[in-house]
């Protein structure tokens, strides 16, 4: 009989599925003695029962379990050796509620070690796509390069530190890291429900961080972190793979998703996008949902177009495509 397990195990992922292997059900043989009472009997055949039932619904209930994981995020090879990793829409409860949607992230192996870009919105499924990079390969998580400072995009961080992996950043969307490590100390503070669901997050910010354009060569690759000027927050970067043809645009873009536009420069956000629009690109990562194309992207910069050409916010108004969210 083939079984699956469920476990935790810090250097492969959250609740990681343990490898399929040969488990022979138990014989529960019956002793039954003409001269005993009938009742002991009855007891012992009772007994035998609820053992084998027990048995089945363990079973049972671990397949559901398996099943039901595997629908939370999917992974998905882009390019040879370029991964995407990209969550479910669910709301996370062990979360900040502010950031409790997942942000989309991405794994690029090489023969010198792996590029994390983005670790999501917690430390558990960040193990969850370290999971998935043990599952392709032995090689080390070298860099984690983060496109902002938002904590859906940085909150897994310490998975990564913990590896002794660098993380690197833009110099601004570092600070925004800091700042929010300060933040939240202070929401901490007097709060048992926030502090019961974000008992186990450690918050790290970037390592490393660079001013200016910054090219990571590593196992025969490049990665450009190309910083821009306008953005949904300061410190946005896009990370590029020329080789690939893959741009992780981060928040610059969301797939199916309402953008966050708290201090955005719609007018230069917008003039970035047609800009990229016309590099050698075929697959765009978001900072939310499943990697697209130049139709989805394109979709994307009308949604924008239609938020500048507004006379002021308007929270009230439906989403432009029916499946936004």
């Known amino acids: ?40 009997r009855r007891s012992r055949l009772l007994t ?33 050796h370029v991964f995407v990793w990209a969550p479910e829409d669910i709301r996370d409860q062990e979360a ?31 193990r969850e796509i370290l999971y998935e990079i043990r599952a392709r390969t032995e090689q080390p998580v070298k860099y984690v390069i983060n496109t902002d400072g938002a904590p859906d995009h940085f909150l897994g961080n310490e998975v990564f530190a913990d590896l002794k992996a660098t993380l690197f950043s833009t110099a601004e969307a570092q600070s925004q890291m800091r700042a929010y490590q300060q933040q939240l100390v202070r929401r901490l503070d007097g709060d048992d429900e926030l502090s019961a669901a974000m008992r186990s997050f450690h918050p790290t910010p970037a390592t490393e961080t660079s001013t200016d354009d910054w090219t990571l060569h590593l196992g025969g690759r490049d990665l450009k972190l190309i910083s821009v000027p306008a953005g949904p927050s300061p410190g946005t970067a896009v990370v590029y793979l020329p080789d690939a043809k893959v741009l992780f645009l981060g928040a610059l873009y969301e797939n199916g998703m309402i953008p966050r536009l708290d201090s955005a420069d719609l007018k230069g956000w917008i ?18 949902g499943p990697a697209g194309g130049k139709r989805e992207l394109a979709e994307f910069q009308r949604f924008l177009e239609f938020l500048a050409s507004r006379p002021g916010p308007t929270p009230a108004e439906p989403a432009p495509h029916p499946k936004w969210r």
């Open 48 to 80: 035998s029962n609820f053992l084998l039932l027990t048995s089945f619904f363990c079973l049972l209930t671990s397949a559901l379990c398996l099943r039901a994981a595997a629908w939370r995020y999917q992974v998905v090879e882009v390019k040879p």
């Open 271 to 288: 003039e970035f996008l047609h800009k990229v629009a016309t590099w050698d690109v075929d697959v765009y990562i978001p900072g939310h």
């Open 1 to 40: 009989m083939r079984a699956f397990m469920w476990t935790f195990d810090a250097n492969r992922g959250h609740q990681a599925p343990l490898m399929a292997s040969s488990v022979e059900p138990k014989n529960y043989k019956l002793h039954l003695s003409l001269s005993e009472p009938n009742c002991i």
């Open 96 to 126: 900040d509620p502010e950031y409790d949607r997942a942000g989309s992230a991405g794994f690029v192996i090489t023969d010198a070690g792996v590029v994390v870009i983005n670790t999501t919105n917690s430390p558990f499924h960040a």
